[in-house]
């Protein structure tokens, strides 16, 4: 696998199966009728055996962060707590690498996943998981605790990794004294205490209020500039995928359906499953100039040999511009003046696009390396906004 | 012969059973009883004749400073105060002492016999459905019914008492343990699992400090249960707060009933205030 080299966590073929029914032989009977294609409907009613996660191959690459996707009860949160066993894959493998060789965690003994526990894997959990009778100091402390670290060396530690989640001055506050945001900082900085060099985040922000919600996204990235950290991320919210992923995986009943970035994801789902999520997405931070704009070769021409524009007439070099016969200069690169078309990188988001294009009142120009490609009109925007248009870039 | 004449001729022998039962265990076990009754005999005497030798005021002030300390409330170390005080001016503070030894005897070894048992019934649901048919039958079985065979293995006085107390009162703390440990959010032991926690430790560190208003609250009860049988207890020869009201009853002194029911209740009170858990436990 020419992936696995740089992969830091690597799930192949992974079954989890729950037996509801505690029935012998009733997983044997299951995996039986999984491998015969049955679905994991039909194998719940006939064995009480809940499918969790059904074949699932994902490599994650060091200090990328890989989001998982999907509605709930897609067995999203089932495969990321695999990679620490807090669920553990009936079949398969799940591989963490130490540059020298494999360990599969799915079978190692007990010590060895405790050791892992202690140094490798973090994980930051939805409902934050923080212990209620502790300072915040304590709670950030509890991996290091746990190693048997001397009070003394921990202090240092938590100290630092307070400093990094801002909440340097609440090290002696008890939880439930700090508002939803501060707890899940208390919660990375927990993570983040041990070293690990994988992190594994189950739903981190849904328990928030959007505005902290997005406040942490950009901090957590914020954050992953410098600590780059191997990250295997949980979401139901395909904003926050597209806006923090590197890696996208989207999961429906138990089985990946789709693996790729953001803009593979976006642009090219594989089916109408992926498809509805994207359609659900806002476009206005997502969507680029790019994907908007009516290409210049597409426009017809009038008769005096200028581009037909709708409201505006380009000349073929694109040096020129008219609206209603006034000629207007072409400023580059955003700054609008007055009774100038202005010019945006073709990376620009919609949201932008449609700032420029409502404080100036003219359509906006879009330029690919310096040259001018395209336009970007009230029609356009629309389109976008409808949909339409968000698989014809690529 | 009518049906009800069958079945009443032939009684299943329960009462003669448990009889035969206690009798082979006296027969074959007086040794160990022996044993038991001298060394709890001697500890709770001798603790009670530790406290009377102490001088009144000295343990009035040493209470109102542990009040003090565990609660930090002004109120309630002089509550402490002012309630030993008023069991002196009655004159019964040698009752209320005996007391004091049988209930902190009886309540160490419940918690201590409790906690344990109460955190393994949490973890294994076998043993707790096991356990439970027993328990239920401890409290509510009649406490005159065991008291006399406890009576028949322990002899008269302090030992038979304490036993029963401790057959009334273990329930409590086992019961609650077990609730509070059971109740433990899932996602606090999975938070100490996904950090590397051994079972030891996710129990020190986890489940013990999340149930422990819990077993807080069962200490407090068991504390109270105890109380609720010294009566009992000086039925069988047990010393203590029990003692004036039974005689009260046999010489139907109104007077001497009130006395020493009030302290009793006063005691209750103030165990009651000192111990119970704090209200910022949720």
């Given at each position: 696998?020419?992936?696995?080299?740089?992969?830091?966590?690597?799930?192949?073929?992974?079954?989890?199966?729950?037996?509801?029914?505690?029935?012998?032989g009733?997983?044997?009977?299951?995996?039986?009728?999984l491998?015969?294609?049955?679905?994991?409907e039909?194998?719940?009613?006939?064995?009480?055996?809940?499918?969790?996660?059904?074949?699932?191959?994902?490599?994650?690459?060091?200090?990328?962060?890989?989001?998982?996707?999907g509605?709930?009860?897609?067995?999203?949160?089932?495969?990321?707590?695999?990679?620490?066993?807090?669920?553990?894959?009936?079949?398969?493998?799940?591989?963490?690498?130490?540059?020298l060789?494999?360990?599969?965690?799915?079978?190692?003994?007990d010590?060895?996943?405790?050791?892992?526990?202690?140094?490798?894997?973090?994980?930051?959990?939805?409902?934050?998981?923080?212990?209620?009778?502790?300072?915040?100091?304590?709670?950030?402390?509890?991996?290091?605790?746990?190693?048997?670290?001397?009070?003394?060396?921990r202090?240092?530690?938590?100290?630092?990794k307070?400093?990094?989640?801002g909440?340097?001055?609440?090290a002696?506050?008890?939880?439930?004294?700090?508002?939803?945001?501060?707890?899940?900082?208390?919660?990375?900085?927990?993570?983040?205490?041990t070293?690990?060099?994988?992190?594994?985040m189950?739903?981190?922000?849904?328990?928030?209020?959007?505005?902290i919600?997005?406040?942490?996204?950009?901090?957590?990235?914020?954050?992953?500039?410098?600590?780059?950290?191997?990250?295997?991320f949980?979401?139901?919210?395909?904003?926050e995928?597209?806006?923090?992923?590197?890696?996208?995986?989207?999961?429906?009943e138990?089985?990946i359906?789709?693996?790729g970035?953001?803009?593979?994801?976006?642009?090219?789902?594989?089916?109408?499953?992926?498809?509805?999520?994207?359609?659900?997405?806002?476009?206005?931070?997502?969507?680029?100039?790019?994907?908007?704009?009516?290409?210049?070769?597409?426009?017809?021409?009038?008769?005096?040999?200028?581009?037909?524009?709708?409201?505006?007439?380009?000349?073929p070099?694109?040096?020129?511009?008219?609206?209603?016969?006034?000629?207007?200069?072409?400023?580059p690169?955003?700054?609008?003046?007055?009774?100038?078309?202005?010019?945006?990188?073709?990376?620009?988001?919609?949201?932008?696009?449609?700032?420029?294009?409502?404080?100036?009142?003219?359509?906006?120009?879009?330029?690919?390396?310096?040259?001018?490609?395209?336009?970007?009109?009230d029609?356009?925007?629309?389109?976008?906004?409808?949909?339409?248009?968000?698989?014809?870039?690529? | 012969?009518?049906?009800e004449?069958?079945?009443a001729?032939?009684?299943?022998p329960?009462?003669?059973?448990?009889?035969?039962?206690?009798?082979?265990?006296?027969?074959?076990?007086?040794g160990?009883?022996?044993?038991?009754?001298?060394?709890?005999?001697?500890?709770?005497?001798?603790?009670?004749?530790?406290?009377?030798?102490?001088?009144?005021?000295?343990?009035?002030?040493?209470?109102?400073?542990g009040?003090?300390?565990?609660?930090r409330?002004?109120?309630?170390a002089?509550?402490?105060?002012?309630?030993?005080?008023?069991?002196?001016?009655?004159?019964?503070?040698n009752?209320?002492?005996a007391?004091?030894?049988?209930?902190?005897?009886?309540?160490?070894?419940?918690?201590?016999?409790?906690?344990?048992?109460?955190?393994?019934?949490?973890?294994?649901p076998?043993?707790?459905q096991a356990l439970?048919?027993?328990?239920?039958?401890?409290?509510?079985?009649?406490t005159?019914?065991?008291?006399?065979?406890?009576?028949?293995?322990?002899?008269?006085?302090?030992?038979?008492?304490?036993?029963?107390?401790?057959?009334?009162?273990?329930?409590?703390?086992i019961?609650?343990?077990?609730m509070?440990?059971?109740?433990?959010?899932?996602?606090l032991?999975?938070?100490?699992?996904?950090?590397?926690?051994?079972g030891?430790?996710?129990?020190?560190?986890?489940?013990?400090?999340?149930?422990l208003?819990?077993?807080?609250?069962?200490?407090?009860?068991?504390?109270?249960?105890?109380?609720?049988?010294?009566?009992?207890?000086a039925?069988?020869g047990?010393?203590?707060?029990?003692?004036?009201?039974?005689?009260?009853?046999?010489?139907v002194?109104?007077?001497?009933?009130f006395?020493?029911g009030?302290?009793?209740?006063?005691l209750a009170?103030?165990?009651?205030?000192?111990c119970?858990?704090?209200?910022?436990?949720?």
């Amino acid at each position: 696998m020419s992936e696995g080299i740089n992969a830091a966590l690597e799930f192949r073929n992974v079954d989890i199966l729950f037996d509801r029914g505690n029935r012998r032989g009733a997983i044997e009977a299951a995996l039986a009728r999984l491998d015969a294609g049955e679905t994991r409907e039909e194998i719940g009613r006939a064995l009480k055996v809940t499918v969790g996660v059904a074949g699932a191959n994902l490599a994650v690459a060091r200090g990328e962060i890989s989001v998982l996707m999907g509605l709930s009860g897609s067995g999203k949160s089932t495969l990321l707590r695999a990679a620490n066993r807090l669920n553990r894959p009936i079949r398969g493998e799940v591989r963490i690498g130490n540059g020298l060789a494999w360990l599969d965690i799915a079978r190692c003994d007990d010590d060895t996943l405790r050791t892992l526990r202690k140094t490798r894997i973090a994980m930051v959990f939805q409902q934050f998981g923080l212990l209620p009778w502790r300072t915040v100091r304590d709670n950030v402390g509890f991996g290091l605790e746990l190693r048997g670290m001397a009070p003394s060396i921990r202090r240092d530690i938590v100290a630092e990794k307070l400093e990094l989640v801002g909440l340097a001055n609440w090290a002696d506050a008890h939880v439930h004294e700090l508002s939803g945001g501060m707890q899940q900082r208390v919660g990375l900085a927990r993570a983040f205490a041990t070293d690990a060099d994988i992190l594994l985040m189950d739903e981190p922000f849904s328990a928030l209020d959007p505005l902290i919600r997005r406040k942490l996204q950009d901090e957590l990235l914020d954050l992953q500039k410098r600590l780059k950290k191997t990250i295997l991320f949980v979401s139901h919210d395909i904003d926050e995928a597209l806006k923090i992923g590197s890696r996208i995986t989207i999961m429906r009943e138990g089985r990946i359906v789709q693996t790729g970035t953001p803009d593979d994801i976006a642009l090219r789902p594989v089916d109408d499953y992926v498809a509805e999520f994207i359609r659900h997405m806002n476009p206005l931070p997502t969507i680029v100039a790019a994907a908007v704009m009516r290409r210049f070769q597409d426009l017809p021409r009038r008769p005096d040999g200028m581009l037909d524009g709708g409201r505006i007439a380009i000349a073929p070099d694109a040096a020129t511009a008219t609206i209603a016969d006034r000629a207007l200069a072409i400023r580059p690169h955003g700054a609008w003046t007055q009774g100038a078309l202005c010019v945006v990188p073709a990376q620009l988001s919609l949201g932008e696009i449609i700032a420029l294009r409502q404080r100036s009142g003219l359509p906006v120009l879009v330029e690919v390396e310096g040259r001018l490609v395209g336009l970007c009109d009230d029609a356009d925007i629309l389109q976008a906004l409808c949909g339409e248009a968000r698989f014809r870039a690529g | 012969m009518a049906p009800e004449q069958w079945i009443a001729e032939h009684k299943i022998p329960v009462g003669a059973v448990m009889a035969a039962v206690v009798d082979v265990v006296r027969k074959h076990g007086l040794g160990v009883f022996d044993v038991i009754t001298d060394s709890v005999g001697f500890c709770a005497d001798g603790l009670t004749t530790l406290l009377l030798d102490l001088p009144p005021l000295l343990l009035v002030v040493a209470a109102m400073a542990g009040a003090w300390f565990l609660r930090r409330s002004v109120g309630l170390a002089a509550l402490v105060a002012l309630g030993l005080l008023f069991i002196i001016n009655q004159g019964y503070w040698n009752e209320t002492m005996a007391t004091l030894s049988l209930i902190l005897f009886s309540t160490v070894f419940c918690m201590a016999v409790g906690v344990p048992l109460g955190i393994a019934c949490a973890h294994r649901p076998r043993l707790a459905q096991a356990l439970q048919p027993l328990l239920d039958l401890m409290q509510t079985l009649p406490t005159f019914v065991y008291l006399i065979p406890t009576l028949i293995l322990f002899g008269l006085g302090t030992v038979p008492g304490m036993i029963s107390t401790i057959i009334f009162a273990v329930p409590a703390p086992i019961r609650m343990t077990q609730m509070g440990i059971a109740r433990v959010p899932r996602s606090l032991i999975e938070a100490g699992e996904a950090f590397g926690a051994t079972g030891r430790q996710i129990l020190w560190k986890i489940e013990l400090p999340a149930a422990l208003p819990m077993i807080q609250a069962g200490l407090t009860q068991c504390i109270m249960l105890s109380l609720s049988m010294v009566v009992i207890a000086a039925l069988v020869g047990a010393g203590g707060l029990g003692v004036p009201v039974v005689r009260a009853l046999n010489t139907v002194q109104v007077d001497a009933g009130f006395e020493s029911g009030f302290v009793i209740v006063l005691l209750a009170i103030m165990l009651d205030r000192v111990c119970r858990p704090k209200d910022s436990a949720s």
